[in-house]
């Protein structure tokens, strides 16, 4: 790089730090020397982590209760590149993925596909150590598209063949800490530097979390349950729960207007067709797929759900020895409204499993709850929220090559068959007494 390009490179990345540093200084953030929070040390972290939309911060996207998630928007200096140094948490999954504008993915980087730093250990591949004490890992940010193979290891790309873009949204992602680890698994967020062509490192400097713990906010609106008016019978979703695999953005709204009784068959699949060809997006994690479905007290006050349970790792009381072999990283179901706020979930770790092997879920108001959805009597319970029309959707992650029932092996209308047993199959019960009686109590399997 001639000097005249350095110079230029440093008007533009230099800038962006230190008016970092000195909003970070505005509002009485300590220095970059500060150290993190005994209890939780990614509270303290590199001020390019500007968004946090987990279900306790800003709780947008869609999050899931037992995720951590951190977004960034920085700049691939001019022939230079953007360096994360870390180390792997103790949790069921992390990884670290780039978009383009859009919210469209550009490249993505999982736990068991990242190279350790000499001397430490990855503890997410196959029989490694879960309890390893060094586990650092450094992955670099470059501008370009990713090749389509042999990609350099620990490479992420922001989709840019010139550099020229302003900026690179970057989240980072903790799926279930281990217990007693903290939401960040035991761990601080990465460190980001930024590394000129010339070799120069201009580091973050370090903020703490700008936000208070706003979780009493989402159980306040989780528990909520107003007697809106309803519109006329069928008008907000069909009388069966319909699971169907997110696409993009665009479908699912579009779905909440056609999605009911009387235009499911017809106008739904219509509107399928023309948006299953525009781009996925709304920042999603290339590592999970989902189906969604639309709730309505129309019919009833309580919901009932009940499909097969595939198996996933135990990982959350701290086993020491990562496992594989299981049918899908991860498992959960959710519920949310559709502003893309997130009321509660319940996971492969801590739902009813009956004895079949099948989760059972009841969902209601907190007001209506049914007396037996409890963990004594096998049932696991998830909050309505205030809107009478609600939605379920259910996490697959990295399902194992050979198992077909996957969200991911299904398309749009091929759901049930695909999913099979693994399809949650709804109910709806006019009253929690009506559930009571007809559900009964059966001791969960575990």
């Keep these: 790089m001639r000097p005249s390009q350095r110079r230029r490179a440093r008007a533009v990345v230099r800038p962006l730090a230190l008016a970092l540093l000195a909003t970070c200084v505005a509002v009485g953030v300590a220095p970059p020397s500060a150290p993190a929070s005994a209890s939780d040390p990614a509270r303290d972290r590199s001020c390019g982590w500007v968004l946090e939309p987990s279900a306790d911060r800003e709780n947008i996207l869609f999050p899931d209760l037992a995720t951590r998630y951190l977004g960034a928007a920085v ?5 230079g590149s953007i360096e994360l140094t870390g180390e792997f948490p103790q949790a069921r999954y992390m990884s670290l993925q780039t978009y383009s504008l859009g919210l469209q993915t550009a490249s993505n980087l999982r736990d068991d596909q990242i190279e350790p730093d000499p001397g430490s250990t990855n503890p997410f591949r196959i029989g490694a150590d879960r309890t390893a004490p060094n586990r650092r890992y450094t992955v670099r940010v470059v501008a370009g598209n990713a090749p389509a193979s042999g990609r350099p290891p620990n490479t992420l790309y ?9 900026g690179i949204a970057l989240a980072y992602r903790i799926y279930l800490p281990d217990r007693g680890t903290g939401p960040f698994g035991g761990v601080a967020a990465p460190a980001i530097t930024l590394v000129l062509a010339d070799g120069t490192r201009i580091p973050f400097p370090t903020c703490p979390d700008p936000l208070p713990e706003l979780m009493p906010v989402t ?9 809106l008016p309803l519109p006329p019978l069928g008008l907000l979703a069909p009388r069966s729960p319909n699971f ?49 479905a639309y709730l309505t007290q129309e ?14 790792p135990r990982t959350f009381a701290g086993q020491p020895v990562t496992t594989g072999g299981q049918q899908l990283r991860y498992w959960s179901m959710c519920t949310a409204n559709r502003t893309t706020q997130t009321y509660g979930c319940v996971n492969d770790e801590d739902v009813q499993v009956d004895a079949d092997g099948s989760f059972t879920i009841a969902i209601s108001t907190a007001a209506n709850r049914p007396a037996n959805a409890t963990a004594a009597c096998g049932i696991s319970w998830l909050p309505w ?18 198992f077909t029932h996957a969200v991911q092996s299904a398309t749009y ?29 059966h001791p969960s399997a575990g």
């Design 75 to 79: 700049p691939v200096p001019p022939g």
């Design 158 to 166: 922001n989709n840019s063949t010139d550099g020229s873009k302003l």
């Design 219 to 227: 159980d306040l609106l989780a528990g909520l349950g107003l007697d």
């Design 244 to 292: 169907q695999r997110y696409v993009n953005v665009a479908q699912t709204y579009l779905t909440d207007v056609t999605e009911n009784e009387y235009t499911s068959s017809t106008l739904t699949p219509l509107v399928a067709s023309v948006t299953s060809t525009l781009p996925a997006g709304l920042g999603e994690n290339v590592d999970n797929k989902y189906v969604y």
């Design 299 to 312: 019919y009833g006050k309580v919901v009932l759900l009940r499909g097969r349970m595939p198996t996933t």
């Design 385 to 402: 929220g205030i809107d009478p029309k609600g939605i379920a959707y259910m996490r697959n992650m990295l399902p194992r090559a050979d």
């Design 413 to 441: 209308g091929t759901e049930r068959q695909v999913l099979a047993d693994y399809y949650p199959r709804g109910t709806y019960y006019p009253t929690p007494k009506a559930f009571e009686q007809a559900v009964g109590c």
